[in-house]
């Protein structure tokens, strides 16, 4: 029979930036407004009163907001520094995700968003 394991995970959901990614020149001038979602899973720690027994989502939303501010033509690298940054910040964790959901993307059609997103995951062994 296998043993359960506790997990604490800590978010940031819409974290809304304006930044000056993509790929067109346009998109680099004028901007665009985007979300950004961070998910992050590890042990507890058995002193869940201290903050630096856990992850600080403080810390969380500054690497956001500074990789957000530093333009790239893909959000698939911003999402990948962004990862990178919190697992530097953060070595135990488990598990993390990234998502980026550019809105109102310049394309034709109406369409409402597009997302990017990765995935670090040692919890699926």
Request: charged share 20%; aromatic share 10%; glycine share 4%.
């Amino acid at each position: 029979m296998e043993t359960a394991s506790l997990l604490q995970t800590v978010a940031l959901k819409s974290v809304k930036c304006y930044a000056y990614h993509g790929f067109y020149p346009e998109e680099n001038i004028i901007g665009q407004y985007y979300d950004v979602d961070v998910m992050v899973k590890f042990r507890p720690h058995s002193d869940s009163s201290e903050l630096n027994n856990s992850v600080n989502y403080e810390i969380l939303n500054q690497i956001i907001l500074r990789e957000m501010n530093t333009s790239q033509k893909l959000l698939e690298t911003v999402v990948q520094n962004i990862l990178q940054e919190i697992l530097l910040k953060f070595p135990s964790l488990l598990f993390i995700q990234v998502g980026i959901h550019k809105i109102n993307p310049p394309m034709p059609g109406q369409v409402g968003e597009s997302f990017v997103s990765l995935t670090y995951d040692l919890l699926k062994g």
